[in-house]
């Protein structure tokens, strides 16, 4: 017998070990593809751009009391921007809960936060504050959106009876919240806080990047100026090395502090509310939406206006609203235009902003198709997503105004390069939030239709896909915006042509008229974008009722 249950025993003490390295190997086995690809890049024509694997693990180890002073800095201000945007997000969200009207208000104004050209904001607070104040904000400004987006959608993706039974027995709005909003609202909030993560990070190196004193950011300024290859790829794998343990530290916290959330018995009709959709007119429909425009319009003028009149010393590179106005009818741009000579700027801007959203349309098109493929992919074959995050993680962790450079070189100064990282921009929070949203689906639902035989295509098409369609759409709001963004910063930095390239011109000829103006109509068609998402959202959505 002991014989016989001995073998047993190590059969069952062997399947914890098996599972652990189907865990830990496919990261490695990614790791190791890396490399070699990395090694064979360095080989061919791009050895200035791409140093041997090697030569950086050397320069990496000899930096290694470099990193760390760096590095703390940096960390420092990605977490104070952290946890004060996504504080500010979720108060909102909650404060905001019971007046509906007011959240969506307040969700369309936030775009202007996400949306806001660096360019034009980086001048403004490098004036305004000194030390790392300007990186904490820019940190902040890069999470306060997603994480405001993935409250109000957790906050309202309830089971509605649930919330009638607690108010039928004379429970209040507070008690509604705590037992039943807060727990259901923990899978979307972890998936936006963990998008959040290494968007704080890179939000902290871009103020760096612009005039900060110390930190990661300031280290690849020196050593991109000094043309040290070696140690400017040493310094971004450490920086996504680190975006990669906030991202994957979260949801073991979560998982740890409140040990329910691992269950995965939830309610299949438990879908965000839509206020407002109840009156079909077509009347009030119209009513509605001019009712939303002009207050989205009052917001965003009212927080610009606060921006320029309360920073210290805003006027000297900022214009407000009623500068704007008058420039766009009565001035004339600084730049040396197609015609040879200053012509009116509106004109100018929006034949520029064409040529941004279209770079900007091409990247998000590329970066959703990708996103909702490997989703699915990543769900269905679960190795597929541990082979996956730590690329996409490493992607979406490298700053920007690093790699733009290096894709420009690599792929031309044309849209190639530029839907590259818009694309990279895009596909990251698209992919977390519609994979965690796959992974919620009730555990009873997916069991019934495996009771009546129905396949893996039945599973997607019937049950996953229509699920997760909320956090899909949820993440195309954060998206548009966000690839437009990206645009601007490609043109800036690489591409010479567009808005991002037209408003550059203009700051180094001290035209703030102009840049403000850009900013003007940036985020004009970023709340326009984000309308569009919203739109699309009512239309798929009511099909599902």
Request: hydrophobic fraction near 60%; glycine fraction near 8%; aromatic fraction near 6%.
């Amino acid at each position: 017998m002991n014989a016989a249950a001995r073998p047993r025993t190590a059969r069952l003490g062997a399947r914890p070990r098996i599972a652990g390295l189907r865990h830990v190997v496919p990261p490695l086995l990614t790791v190791a593809v890396l490399v070699i690809v990395w090694q064979v890049m360095s080989l061919g024509g791009l050895g200035s751009l791409v140093p041997p694997p090697a030569d950086v693990l050397a320069q990496m180890r000899d930096d290694a009391g470099y990193y760390v002073p760096n590095a703390s800095v940096t960390m420092s201000s990605a977490l104070q921007g952290y946890l004060w945007g996504n504080g500010i997000a979720i108060a909102l969200a909650l404060c905001t809960l019971p007046f509906p009207r007011v959240q969506a208000l307040f969700e369309r104004v936030a775009v202007g936060a996400i949306a806001l050209p660096l360019i034009a904001i980086a001048p403004l607070l490098a004036i305004a504050f000194r030390g790392n104040i300007p990186s904490v904000i820019l940190a902040a400004q890069a999470v306060v959106f997603t994480t405001l987006v993935a409250a109000i959608l957790g906050l309202g993706s309830v089971d509605r009876t649930s919330v009638d039974v607690v108010r039928a027995a004379g429970g209040s709005e507070w008690t509604v919240i705590r037992k039943v909003r807060l727990p259901a609202a923990i899978p979307s909030l972890v998936g936006g806080l963990q998008v959040a993560a290494p968007s704080a990070i890179l939000g902290a190196i871009i103020g760096e990047y612009m005039g900060g004193e110390e930190g990661l950011g300031v280290a690849m300024i020196q050593a991109q100026g000094a043309f040290d290859v070696p140690r400017a790829w040493g310094l971004a794998i450490v920086t996504s090395l680190l975006a990669a343990v906030a991202f994957l530290v979260l949801p073991l916290v979560v998982r740890l502090i409140l040990p329910w959330t691992r269950s995965a018995d939830t309610v299949l009709d438990a879908r965000a509310a839509r206020p407002g959709r109840r009156d079909a007119r077509r009347t009030a429909r119209l009513l509605r939406a001019a009712f939303a425009a002009v207050g989205t319009l009052a917001g965003v003028v009212l927080g610009w206006w606060l921006l320029v009149l309360v920073v210290p010393g805003g006027t000297e590179v900022a214009r407000g609203p009623l500068e704007v106005a008058p420039y766009f009818a009565t001035g004339d741009t600084q730049l040396v235009t197609a015609s040879g000579e200053a012509e009116a700027p509106l004109p100018y801007m929006l034949s520029s902003l064409l040529r941004t959203l279209g770079d900007a349309g091409v990247g998000f098109l590329v970066g959703l198709v990708l996103a909702v493929a490997m989703a699915v992919v990543a769900h269905e074959f679960p190795v597929i997503e541990r082979v996956l995050m730590p690329i996409s993680i490493a992607l979406r962790s490298i700053p920007i105004v690093a790699a733009m450079p290096l894709l420009a070189l690599m792929f031309g100064r044309g849209i190639v390069a530029v839907t590259i990282l818009i694309a990279v921009m895009t596909f990251f929070p698209i992919l977390v939030n519609v994979l965690l949203a796959m992974r919620a689906v009730p555990r009873s639902a997916v069991d019934l239709l495996t009771a009546v035989g129905a396949g893996r295509r039945h599973h997607l098409t019937k049950l996953l896909i229509p699920y997760a369609l909320p956090a899909l759409l949820a993440s195309v709001k954060i998206a548009l915006p966000l690839s437009i963004g990206a645009a601007m910063v490609a043109e800036w930095l690489a591409t010479g042509y567009g808005l991002g390239a037209s408003m550059t011109v203009a700051a180094t000829l001290s035209d703030y008229d102009f840049v403000w103006g850009g900013v003007a109509i940036v985020l004009l068609a970023s709340l326009m974008a984000y309308r569009l998402a919203g739109a699309l959202e009512d239309i798929a959505l009511s099909r599902l009722e």
